[in-house]
């Protein structure tokens, strides 16, 4: 007989929405699910998630960690708290802005702020579609200001986590560079400096030639933004797709992509040996350069010394 009933919630997402059950008992004094998060979120803005124990949220709050395993069962299930907390839902001002483009930019904008404030939340693996409160809003609010667009549903979805995905990876990239900066007590344009003058150590214009044209251009260091100028273009082509559709031009389905199992190719002995041959071939490439650098450094330095002769 197939079971019909619906999947239960797992307890970190019951616990999200509030529809998880009290612990029958716990500390006398005043605990609770919303104290510990906001405990374990503070200790993550402070000291990254590294820091975030179920010991040191505990000894934050002035419990011992098994208290805490009474109202959040698991890390796991903590972590998906912290998350959802620091999220946070989708300012209302984007509602305010006319039509589909703006009220998309206002909330990348928004997201790319939300990882500035809490980085830690990119370190946090990405296990399947964000079944909290807080991240449905966000997505609804993207795939609401498509609602007015010809797009079919799945393309507007596309869309919504094109932009998702562009916040996302800005937000990866300035972490890096702020952790950098509090590494070393450099600020971000002096990290951007210091990384062009090592990138001006190495890349010659005989290996590196269009990376070489781009580093005498002064790419690394330009003020122009390249994460909002790529959200610019991806919207560029979104709003000429959406113009085909309203002169009656049909929508593009494509299944050319297929997800591929993972557990199967993991036994895949003919990729295994290929992505080994791979490796190889690219340590053999690596080689290559290097003996092709050496010997053009050593071509530079007779020839330096041939002109000092004459």
Request: proline share 11%.
């Given at each position: 007989?197939?079971?019909?009933e619906p999947p239960e919630l797992p307890r970190g997402i019951a616990l999200a929405w509030g529809v998880a059950a009290n612990p029958q008992r716990g500390p006398k004094r005043e605990m609770s699910v919303e104290r510990i998060v906001d405990a374990a979120v503070d200790l993550a803005d402070a000291e990254g998630i590294g820091a975030v124990s179920m010991a040191a949220v505990a000894s934050a709050l002035g419990f011992t960690p098994m208290s805490l395993y009474r109202y959040v069962s698991a890390k796991d299930d903590l972590l998906l708290?912290?998350?959802?907390?620091?999220?946070?839902?989708?300012?209302e001002s984007h509602r305010d802005l006319?039509?589909?483009?703006?009220k998309l930019l206002a909330l990348y904008a928004e997201q790319v702020l939300l990882y500035q404030r809490h980085p830690w939340?990119?370190?946090?693996?990405?296990?399947?579609s964000p079944i909290t409160p807080n991240s449905s809003a966000w997505l609804d609010a993207s795939l609401a200001a498509l609602e007015e667009t010809p797009l079919s549903a799945e393309e507007r979805m596309a869309v919504a986590l094109a932009v998702t995905g562009d916040a996302r990876w800005c937000g990866i990239v300035q972490a890096g560079y702020t952790e950098q900066s509090r590494g070393t007590g450099l600020s971000a344009d002096e990290v951007a400096v210091r990384e062009s003058e090592l990138y001006d150590r190495v890349i010659t214009v005989d290996e590196f030639p269009a990376l070489r044209r781009?580093?005498?251009d002064g790419v690394f260091t330009s003020p122009a933004d390249p994460f909002r100028f790529g959200v610019d273009r991806l919207l560029d082509g979104v709003a000429a797709y959406i113009d085909g559709l309203a002169e009656g031009a049909s929508h593009e389905v494509s299944d050319e992509w297929i997800a591929l199992d993972?557990?199967?190719?993991a036994g895949d002995r003919r990729l295994k040996d290929a992505q080994k041959a791979v490796r190889e071939a690219e340590k053999a490439l690596r080689a290559a350069h290097k003996l092709e650098r050496q010997a053009l450094r050593e071509?530079?330095?007779?020839?330096?010394?041939?002109?000092t002769a004459r």
């Open positions: 007989m197939i079971d019909t708290l912290m998350q959802e907390q620091a999220t946070g839902l989708p300012p006319e039509g589909w483009r703006p939340i990119l370190s946090l693996p990405i296990t399947g781009a580093i005498d993972p557990v199967e190719l071509a530079r330095e007779r020839q330096a010394k041939s002109r």
